[in-house]
């Protein structure tokens, strides 16, 4: 019994022991030039939230507290675990990738804010994600909790501000003024900093919002004659996402062509002109297509031609048989 005792004390005191290790706060190493000082590398205890770090003084209990802008370096390491988040998001695995980011963000929340913190550009690389993913909801309540975005700079600022006008998505009319605005007024604030990619959600984002003013049921048939300027204005929008979006990721441009595609089909006269010509179609057949018909079979041949092995898109196998390649056959200097 004794001995049973004494082993019920050894489990107990290992459970605290693991339980304390659990609960010890993550640290972080940065490259720091401390104003008056020199180079070294110092171990970070945490942050203040607003740009400053907190480190013990070397050889001391001492906490001292130090802006991370007034320091002539500062340079926090990469944690291992970032560095492996970071090769699966630039190998296209965006849902490992955004599971590992989540974790990242949430083990150094402490030091959010920082320049460099794994906190702050996990936490937009998670964002990243989301929007690469078309998920419109976690993207809205990422931009929400976003932690430490004073930290961010140039392009970093620009994106996090995209992703915002993104994450306002929700396929009705209303959308559109809010969206519009957001648009212009990163363009004014953020054009310069705004790169390709981020240029592209913010396209995507005004094209969903064009398009929701086109009746879904009209999608299924024919679009009706006042909706046709809307209808129009949405398939430009996402012609100018896939354009900005193409190579960096396929999800969001391949589903931008898609919606462009599903779109011109249903514009006034195309089906109508398609049972008439039947496939393939021949040369003066082509060049007597009505011009949103020979756009939706353009748009079917680019989704079959750059994206072959993805989901099977029975409307783009039906309006790719129509395609007519008028450099076909034509001899150089012709």
Request: with cysteine.
């Amino acid at each position: 019994m004794k001995s049973l005792k004494y082993m019920g004390f050894a489990l107990a005191a290992a459970s605290c022991m693991q339980f304390a290790a659990a609960q010890q706060p993550a640290k972080l190493s940065a490259y720091v030039q401390v104003p008056g000082g020199n180079p070294a590398l110092l171990e970070l205890e945490r942050s203040d939230g607003n740009g400053s770090f907190f480190y013990l003084q070397k050889g001391t209990d001492q906490l001292m507290q130090t802006k991370a802008s007034a320091c002539k370096m500062f340079y926090i390491q990469t944690p291992a675990e970032m560095a492996n988040a970071l090769r699966d998001y630039y190998g296209g695995d965006y849902a490992d990738a955004r599971k590992q980011f989540a974790s990242i963000k949430k083990k150094y929340a402490a030091f959010a804010g920082l320049p460099g913190s794994p906190c702050t550009m996990s936490a937009l690389y998670e964002l990243t994600c989301a929007v690469r993913m078309l998920d419109v909801a976690a993207a809205k309540t990422l931009v929400d909790s976003f932690p430490g975005a004073s930290a961010l700079t140039g392009s970093d600022v620009a994106r996090l501000e995209a992703a915002k006008v993104f994450a306002l998505i929700d396929d009705k009319p209303e959308s559109f003024a809010a969206i519009k605005a957001g648009v212009e007024e990163i363009v004014k604030t953020h054009g310069r900093n705004l790169d390709s990619e981020s240029n592209g959600w913010l396209r995507y984002a005004l094209a969903r919002a064009a398009a929701s003013m086109v009746p879904a049921e009209q999608l299924q048939a024919t679009i009706a004659e006042d909706k046709v300027k809307a209808a129009s204005a949405a398939v430009d929008f996402y012609c100018q996402a896939v354009m900005s979006m193409h190579g960096a990721q396929k999800i969001l441009p391949m589903d931008a062509l898609n919606r462009a595609m599903t779109m011109l089909w249903a514009m006034p006269g195309v089906q109508d002109y398609a049972a008439k010509v039947g496939s393939p179609v021949t040369k003066p057949g082509w060049n007597a297509a009505p011009a949103d018909f020979r756009d939706a079979v353009a748009m079917a041949h680019y989704l079959k031609t750059l994206y072959p092995a993805e989901t099977p898109n029975a409307l783009a196998d039906k309006l790719d048989a129509y395609y007519f390649n008028a450099k076909k056959g034509v001899k150089k200097g012709e």
